[in-house]
């Protein structure tokens, strides 16, 4: 890894927090990137994990892939299918991953921004979708995620139009769950990744690989699925039972 990591990990208390750290650049994707976010996978403790954060260094998220290293070439071919599959990897991780965005969530950040289950967006955050602008066209996913993120014809006027939105106009749309003044950003994803740390682990990742499964079933499929497939009750059930009762005869 370069002496300044351009991805920062930071594992405390059952939160990961993942940090792209080029401020500079406005956190602009290069491949060294992908590849110090999945060192940092390879040798993280998943069963450690309850929540990973991922965002941005600085006043933005993510403004995009790296113009001047795709203009030489440099993410071509292998690199191209290793980054589809690091986004993948984020995606399909066992934990839920929360997106803290403000400033630029921009094309290559948007497929990245994509990959996690929940985004948390400052009002005034700006998303955007400019392959069309450039003459590209995505290849980690944003044909499939978008659509499933906010409904099929707000994908196709966001790709093809190459529109500007904020994070309110994004939480209307159901691209980010929840957008707040930029100013109360952190505070509210902490609140949130707090609330999913403190309900059970194994709950939420049981949870989530049900989601993951039963993705493009019918509502009959995914139920019998569900049924035949659920974990159910954990240890822990009779444990939260037992607190209850001896809270309400305290």
């Not at 933005?60 to 290293?69: Q, T, W």
């Not at 690199?79 to 066992?94: M, Q, T």
């Not at 159901?174 to 505070?187: K, Y």
Request: net charge negative; charged share 20%.
């Amino acid at each position: 890894m370069p002496t300044t990591p351009s991805v920062l990990c930071e594992l405390d208390n059952g939160l990961c927090r993942l940090t792209l750290n080029r401020p500079e650049k406005l956190n602009a994707l290069t491949l060294g990137m992908f590849q110090e976010i999945n060192e940092y996978l390879d040798g993280l403790d998943y069963s450690a994990v309850g929540c990973l954060l991922l965002s941005g260094a600085g006043r933005s998220f993510c403004a995009g892939h790296d113009l001047d290293s795709l203009a030489a070439g440099e993410e071509a071919g292998h690199a191209e299918r290793f980054e589809n599959g690091l986004v993948e990897r984020l995606a399909n991780l066992p934990f839920p991953v929360v997106a803290s965005v403000r400033g630029h969530c921009y094309t290559g950040g948007l497929e990245l921004v994509l990959a996690a289950d929940l985004i948390i967006a400052a009002d005034n955050a700006k998303f955007a979708d400019t392959h069309a602008k450039f003459d590209l066209v995505p290849i980690w996913g944003l044909t499939q995620r978008l659509p499933r993120r906010v409904g099929m014809a707000k994908a196709r006027e966001m790709m093809f139009a190459s529109r500007t939105y904020s994070g309110a106009q994004a939480e209307a749309m159901g691209l980010a769950n929840q957008s707040v003044p930029e100013a109360e950003l952190d505070e509210a994803v902490v609140a949130l990744c707090r609330d999913i740390l403190a309900n059970s682990r194994r709950s939420n990742r049981a949870i989530k690989k049900l989601l993951h499964d039963t993705d493009g079933l019918n509502l009959a499929a995914g139920n019998a699925w569900e049924l035949h497939h659920s974990e159910g009750h954990g240890p822990g059930f009779a444990e939260v039972i037992r607190a209850k009762r001896a809270q309400q005869k305290s």
